[in-house]
C-alpha cells in the first residue's frame, strides 16, 4: 500500500506501508527506495505496521537541481509521521538514512518512541570526504564526466572503505543498471550532505529515547568507531553487533535484522 503526506513546502513524502500494528518507519540506507528493507518489512508485518520511506533524496520523480539538505529529509520523515497518525513511532534508519533517523530525533523528540541505528556514517572527526573534500571533488568530477560507475567506485573505496576489487564490482554494476546510474549522482550528494551537517554530538546527547546500534563484526572499522562514538553520547543507547555480518545484514540475515527491531519494539510500546 503507497501512503502519501504533503509537506510544507509543496512536496509529497511517500512510503510503502504493510501489516498492522505499532508503526515502525524505515529510512533506507542510499540507493535505495526502501525495497532493499522488504525482507526485513515482511518478517515485522505480522505484528506491526512497517512503513518504508522513499527518501526524498533518492525520488527521481522529484527535482534536485537544487540540493537536498538532511534537513528537508527530516521534513519527509516528519509529515510521514503525521500521515500514520503522529507517533511516536519506532525508527529504522540504515546508513545514511540513520543519519536522517538522528536529525528527526533531535527535530521532534515527541515524534518517536526509539530508534534501531544500523551504522549510521555520522562525522567524528575528518569529515567522510576526506579533510579537503578531495573524495567529493573526485566523484563529482566522474558524475560530470558521465561515469556514475567509476562516481560510485571512488565512494564506495576511499568513503564506505570497501577494497579495491569490491569497489571495481560495485561500479561496474553502477554503470550497467539504469536505475543504479540515474541515482548514482545522489548518492555522492548524499555523501556531501552527511559532511554537510558536521559533528553533531552534542545535539544527539539530548535524544532521550532508547536507540540501538547495530554494527556487523565484518564492517568497515570506521563505521564501528562511529557507533561508538554514539554509545558513549547517547543517554540511553545499547549495542548489538551482529556476527558474521556487514553493512548489509537487512538482505542477507533479515531475520536477525527483524529480531533486533521487534524486541526494541516491544520495549517501547510496554505499558509505563
Not at 533517523?101 to 544500523?118: C, H, T, W
Request: aromatic share 2%; glycine share 10%; with cysteine.
Amino acid at each position: 500500500m503507497i501512503i502519501t503526506a504533503k509537506c510544507a513546502d509543496g512536496t509529497e513524502a511517500r512510503a510503502v506501508a504493510e501489516g498492522n500494528g505499532p508503526v515502525v518507519l524505515v529510512l533506507p540506507p542510499g540507493l535505495d527506495d526502501g525495497a532493499s528493507w522488504a525482507a526485513v518489512a515482511a518478517r515485522l508485518a505480522p505484528h506491526h505496521r512497517v512503513v518504508r520511506l522513499h527518501r526524498r533524496r533518492y525520488r527521481l520523480d522529484l527535482d534536485q537541481r537544487q540540493p537536498c539538505t538532511v534537513a528537508q529529509e527530516v521534513a519527509h520523515v516528519l509529515a510521514m509521521v503525521e500521515a500514520v497518525g503522529g507517533g511516536p513511532v519506532l525508527l529504522a534508519g540504515h546508513s545514511s538514512g540513520a543519519v536522517v533517523a538522528l536529525e528527526a530525533m533531535v527535530a521532534a523528540p515527541a515524534a518517536f518512541a526509539g530508534a534501531v541505528l544500523y551504522e549510521p556514517p555520522i562525522v567524528i572527526g575528518p569529515p567522510l570526504g576526506g579533510p579537503d573534500g578531495e573524495v567529493h571533488r573526485r566523484a563529482r568530477a566522474a558524475i560530470a564526466a558521465g561515469r556514475p560507475g567509476r562516481a560510485m567506485r571512488i565512494f564506495v573505496r576511499d568513503t564506505v572503505g570497501l577494497p579495491g576489487w569490491a569497489a571495481l564490482l560495485v561500479g561496474c554494476f553502477v554503470a550497467v543498471v539504469p536505475r543504479m546510474r540515474a541515482l548514482a549522482p545522489r548518492q555522492v550528494e548524499d555523501n556531501v550532505a552527511m559532511d554537510a551537517l558536521g559533528i553533531r554530538l552534542e545535539a544527539y546527547a539530548g535524544i532521550s529515547a532508547p536507540v540501538v546500534l547495530l554494527g556487523g563484526d565484518r564492517s568497515p572499522a570506521h563505521l564501528g568507531e562511529r557507533l561508538d562514538a554514539l554509545e558513549r553520547t547517547l543517554p540511553d543507547a545499547r549495542r548489538v553487533l551482529l556476527a558474521g555480518q556487514g553493512h548489509s545484514a537487512h538482505a542477507k540475515a533479515p531475520d536477525r535484522v527483524a529480531a533486533v527491531v521487534a524486541a526494541l519494539a516491544a520495549e517501547v510500546s510496554e505499558p509505563g
